[in-house]
């Protein structure tokens, strides 16, 4: 079966496609026929050797995927052979099969499409994590989204909203800042010609932000936590922009404000329970018309490179899939 491979750390035009052997599932594991997977900005870090989790050499990319379950391991009860699956593996899903632990699967609504199921884990359950567990967000607070239009960025934008906030998305284009609107943002901010500073502060009259959404980092992370209000919550989510940010520690006294970090990833293992009633929040939202999951761009399985590049170089608007088989 075809794979997209890691052999050796570096950027994705070092990735390999090539053939490796079908696997089979052992006790407690099932294998899954890959209709699509989700390519995640996590990808971008994990070929590098930048990540929290580092696979051993050499090994197929990607964190999770949608597919139909076509074998299965010794105690894998409660799924049978045609069932929809979403898959989240941290690595392994760039592929036309996969295995996994059967505690990394959720299954999926009849009426949910391959390719949306695939991108769907990750970046909702990402946001829905921040927003409900870490920020407490309530109806009425303001939330600010830096990378308002990215993977995450854009659920965030959707959740918030769906909570009963008022959000403002803030991103690098008037393009982004469309589709952040049109998934219901009600003010933006293009922090690459705006002062960012100085727009929060005048869309809260003064007041400043509830709660901060940051997969960003680098330089907007000061601007934005200035912009911040009293007892507010800044999410520490990633650091699309590159660079791990410095905050001075006398502005969250000042403020009275929190930093909280969001390890969704680390989440499902510690929380399974919580975890589990926040996909099927998710699901019941989904089915109920509530959630619209943005797809911008598909990709080939022999593309799986060129759809990490795009991510790196921030061209991703919602989810970027790789399509592998037909639905």
């Known amino acids: 079966m075809k794979a997209v491979v890691c052999v050796e750390h570096g950027p994705?035009?070092?990735l390999v496609v090539q053939d490796i052997p079908m696997p089979e599932p052992g006790p407690g594991h099932v294998r899954v026929r890959?209709?699509?997977?989700?390519?995640?900005?996590?990808?971008?870090?994990?070929?590098?050797?930048?990540?929290q989790f580092k696979p051993a050499l050499p090994f197929t990319v990607g964190?999770?995927?949608?597919?139909?379950?076509?074998?299965?391991?010794?105690?894998?009860?409660?799924?049978?052979?045609?069932?929809?699956?979403v898959v989240m593996t941290g690595h392994g899903c760039?592929?036309?099969?996969?295995?996994?632990?059967?505690?990394?699967?959720?299954?999926?609504?009849?009426?949910?499409?391959m390719d949306i199921a695939a991108g769907?884990?990750?970046?909702?359950?990402?946001?829905?994590?921040?927003?409900?567990?870490?920020?407490?967000l309530?109806?009425?607070?303001?939330?600010?989204?830096?990378?308002?239009?990215?993977?995450?960025?854009?659920?965030?934008?959707?959740?918030?909203?769906?909570?009963?906030?008022?959000?403002?998305?803030?991103?690098?284009?008037?393009?982004?800042?469309?589709?952040?609107?049109?998934?219901?943002?009600?003010?933006?901010?293009?922090?690459?010609?705006?002062?960012?500073?100085?727009?929060?502060k005048m869309l809260?009259?003064?007041?400043?932000v509830d709660v901060v959404y940051d997969?960003?980092?680098?330089?907007?992370?000061?601007?934005?936590?200035?912009?911040?209000?009293?007892?507010?919550?800044?999410?520490?989510?990633g650091f699309a922009g590159g660079m791990i940010p410095s905050l001075p520690l006398n502005l969250p006294l000042i403020k009275g404000a929190s930093i909280v970090g969001v390890f969704w990833g680390a989440f499902t293992q510690a929380e399974p329970e919580a975890h589990a009633a926040n996909m099927a929040e998710l699901m019941a939202w989904f089915r109920a018309g509530k959630l619209k999951p943005h797809v911008s761009n598909r990709f080939a399985l022999e593309d799986g490179p060129a759809a990490i590049r795009w991510m790196m170089d921030r061209k991703a608007m919602g989810k970027v899939i790789l399509t592998i088989a037909d639905n």
């Open 12 to 14: 994705p035009e070092q």
């Open 34 to 51: 890959v209709h699509a997977a989700g390519v995640n900005f996590p990808d971008t870090l994990i070929i590098r050797n930048l990540y």
């Open 63 to 85: 964190a999770e995927a949608a597919g139909i379950v076509d074998a299965l391991g010794e105690g894998t009860g409660g799924l049978t052979i045609g069932d929809r699956v």
């Open 94 to 113: 760039f592929a036309e099969h996969l295995v996994a632990d059967r505690t990394h699967m959720v299954p999926i609504p009849a009426d949910m499409p």
């Open 120 to 136: 769907f884990t990750m970046t909702y359950g990402t946001s829905l994590h921040a927003l409900k567990q870490r920020a407490r």
């Open 138 to 200: 309530m109806p009425g607070e303001t939330l600010l989204v830096l990378g308002a239009a990215g993977g995450v960025g854009l659920t965030a934008v959707e959740l918030g909203k769906l909570m009963g906030a008022r959000v403002i998305a803030a991103a690098s284009s008037d393009e982004k800042l469309a589709l952040a609107r049109a998934m219901g943002a009600d003010e933006t901010i293009n922090y690459a010609s705006e002062d960012f500073k100085a727009r929060i």
């Open 204 to 208: 809260t009259d003064g007041r400043g």
């Open 215 to 237: 997969p960003v980092g680098d330089r907007y992370a000061e601007p934005a936590f200035r912009g911040i209000g009293w007892g507010g919550r800044y999410l520490v989510v």
